[in-house]
């Protein structure tokens, strides 16, 4: 697919909003839980490899059903510690698209966070340093195919949505029926694990 451009200005932009954000410890408690979903996942996984094709005798095995038990007791649905970070009140659309939403609204909530930062930003970032934008990746998704599976919300701690919606904060652009982000340096890796376990390719970076 070919790299779409994307304005220095508003790379700029979002990484200076993100200033100061960090990724959080986790709790000894949340680190178990991640540690069972992990062990659950190993299991699932090797009771598909060990069957396919045969599907349902691998969801009638012993591993498989052990692993599911380990990732319901994880509860990943119920670990996301940054997905409040940048989803700010400030910036949140007056009508937050949906996946099926028509163009229309993709362009004018995309519009009006890039509008409201810039608005916000000329107040108090006017004397501060520039910001370290070397790092900051842009993320594409694409709505209309997205299986909504969680699992990349899991493994991006919540910054990518159940639906695999980036979080608002970091729109920068919406052309062609592809959402554009600007994730800052110290959270690629997040983003990266979740694109890992998207099996739809509907989050991928512009390359």
């Known amino acids: 697919m070919q790299k779409h451009l994307i304005d220095p200005q508003l790379v700029r932009e979002v990484c200076l909003w993100a200033e100061n954000k960090e990724v959080p410890l986790e709790s000894e408690e949340v680190r178990r839980r991640r540690q069972l979903i992990e062990e659950g996942s190993l299991l699932m996984h090797r009771a598909l490899k060990r069957f396919t094709p045969d599907l349902d005798e691998a969801f009638k095995s012993k591993d498989f059903k052990q692993g599911q038990l380990l990732v319901g007791e994880g509860d990943p649905s119920s670990i996301a510690p940054l997905a409040r970070l940048f989803r700010s009140v400030e ?117």
């Open 91 to 207: 910036l949140k659309p007056v009508k937050l698209p949906q996946l099926g939403s028509p163009v229309e609204e993709w362009h004018a909530a995309v519009r009006g966070v890039v509008e409201k930062r810039r608005e916000l930003l000329s107040h108090y970032a006017s004397n501060r340093p520039e910001p370290d934008v070397q790092l900051a990746r842009v993320l594409c998704f694409n709505p209309v195919e997205s299986l909504s599976d969680g699992a990349a919300a899991y493994c991006s701690h919540g910054i990518v949505d159940d639906d695999n919606v980036p979080a608002w904060d970091l729109w920068v652009n919406y052309s062609e029926g592809t959402l554009f982000s600007v994730v800052p340096g110290s959270f690629v890796a997040l983003i990266e694990a979740g694109i890992d376990s998207n099996p739809e390719q509907c989050i991928y970076w512009n390359r």
